[in-house]
């Protein structure tokens, strides 16, 4: 098996061999490959997988871009330079905006790549078959996943399969919201089949069976079909392969990233694989450029004496350790004064190290979106057990829960997940099932550390139901497509 550094060095020569495109990286080609001429074996079937993992280290992508969509909420605020994603976070964007139209690109062109991996590996015979049957189960979740990303975003995009691609069919209409969740649901049933439960060292990082059924209760809690949700999370949260990692912090070490809970994460190693995830986190004083900035209400969420603060946030007065130095975190660093600590860290020798992972989904999740369907289906109490191992890997001195309902469900998913792209997600899933009102908690300004409201993204906002629940597809797309696509409702 590659290890995860060949893994990523496959990767840019795949992204290659499958984009079609020239000039994608400055280096002399050593051959000439096709989809015609390529799919021959079993290490270019690997290969070949790697490759559309790596669309994943992409700037416009989860390396960045995913993340801007969470300055909606009421945790994070955004920095850095980029002085339109104000329009997404005020909710004054359009189809021009160029946030909503960089990560369209990206999205498609993974699901460009698994389209050939589905199409190109079924008939490769020099191959092992359960690695056959590993990379068709990876094709299938990562198409999964850049729809999952789509519906979040748009709602209702066209879907390109294996017979589109073979008919040369591409400029198709956009599908239904509900049309698009079958298809994700029956390409992650797929995969849930087809993949691994757990890998070798030198593999850790592929995507397991408990990805998929991570993301199917993910679909399913989004769906609003909550019984399904529970069946898919129970496969994860009732399987050892996939158990809470036994510290909070080992999620966001170097040395521990790739543990038992992290289903689903950017694979990156420090000169082999960038992303620019870590970078867009850190403070700029410190190698970064200080883009996400916590809000005092994330940060005044967490409870007296619970260690996720500590991993999670940096505060003015707080000690860092920057590799070569022990710094003071000064209020100065930020709009809010906070940066998210989970998500930086430094080599000894100096420098970001870009060996930290990007998590894209946690067992922890999972857990907490089981308890949340139990207690909406069968009310307070029913999501006990679920809420309490997540508390109490956390610290066990964390307070028991006893009777929890939507309040101490929607606490610990706060503190828990902050700033892992699922606080938007969550505020819109429970507006539309009148849990909250999303309206009113995005009338409330965004304070910084000290209380006041903050000169840059601290006003409230106005948040229009159903407009917001999903962004406008981008007008390029629209152009291109000559009449093709129509504009989603509202926009």
């Not at 593999?203 to 993910?218: E, F, M, Y």
Request: hydrophobic content about 35%; aromatic content about 10%; charged content about 25%.
């Amino acid at each position: 098996m590659q290890s995860m550094k060949h893994i990523l060095l496959a990767g840019l020569t795949a992204a290659i061999l499958l984009s079609g495109c020239k000039n994608v990286l400055d280096v002399q080609p050593q051959g000439n490959f096709t989809t015609g001429n390529y799919w021959r074996n079993q290490d270019q079937a690997v290969d070949g997988i790697t490759g559309i993992y790596n669309i994943l280290l992409e700037e416009d992508y989860t390396g960045f871009n995913e993340f801007v969509f969470d300055n909606c909420s009421d945790d994070q605020v955004r920095g850095g330079d980029h002085d339109y994603d104000d329009a997404i976070e005020a909710f004054t964007y359009d189809a021009s905006t160029p946030t909503v139209r960089a990560g369209w690109r990206w999205k498609y062109e993974m699901i460009n790549r698994a389209n050939s991996a589905l199409i190109n590996i079924p008939k490769i015979t020099s191959i092992d078959a359960a690695i056959k049957q590993r990379c068709l189960g990876e094709a299938h979740f990562l198409r999964a996943f850049a729809y999952w990303r789509l519906l979040l975003v748009y709602g209702e995009v066209p879907v390109i399969t294996e017979d589109d691609v073979i008919k040369v069919n591409y400029n198709k209409p956009k599908v239904s919201a509900d049309e698009l969740r079958k298809q994700i649901e029956a390409d992650l049933l797929l995969a849930a089949e087809e993949l691994p439960e757990t890998y070798g060292e030198t593999d850790k990082g592929r995507v397991r069976k408990g990805t998929a059924w991570g993301l199917l209760c993910k679909l399913y809690m989004e769906w609003g079909q909550l019984d399904k949700a529970i069946t898919a999370g129970n496969k994860v949260i009732s399987n050892a392969n996939y158990a809470l990692a036994p510290r909070y912090s080992d999620n966001f070490s170097v040395a521990t990233g790739n543990n038992s809970e992290m289903l689903f994460a950017v694979q990156t190693v420090d000169g082999y694989g960038y992303s620019d995830f870590i970078t867009y986190h850190a403070p700029r004083k410190w190698n970064g450029w200080s883009f996400f900035y916590p809000t005092k209400a994330l940060v005044d969420e967490f409870e007296t004496g619970d260690p996720r603060k500590e991993i999670c946030i940096m505060a003015p007065g707080d000690k860092v350790n920057v590799g070569t130095s022990i710094e003071t975190v000064t209020p100065d660093l930020s709009w809010s004064g906070y940066h998210y600590k989970k998500f930086c860290a430094w080599k000894p020798s100096g420098g970001l190290n870009y060996s930290l992972k990007t998590p894209l989904m946690r067992s922890a999740d999972i857990y907490l979106l089981v308890a949340e369907a139990k207690i909406r289906l069968n009310g307070p109490g029913a999501g006990d057990a679920e809420i309490q191992a997540v508390r109490t890997r956390a610290s066990a001195t964390l307070p028991a829960v006893h009777n929890a309902g939507m309040k101490e469900l929607m606490h610990e998913r706060r503190v828990e997940l902050c700033g892992e792209n699922e606080r938007q997600q969550d505020l819109l899933r429970w507006d539309k099932a009148k849990l909250i009102d999303i309206v009113a908690i995005n009338n409330q300004p965004k304070l910084a550390y000290d209380g006041s409201v903050m000169s840059r993204g601290g006003s409230p906002r106005k948040f229009i139901r159903p407009k917001h629940y999903y962004f406008p597809m981008p007008q390029t797309e629209i152009d291109k497509s000559k009449g093709t696509l129509v504009q989603n409702p509202n926009y």
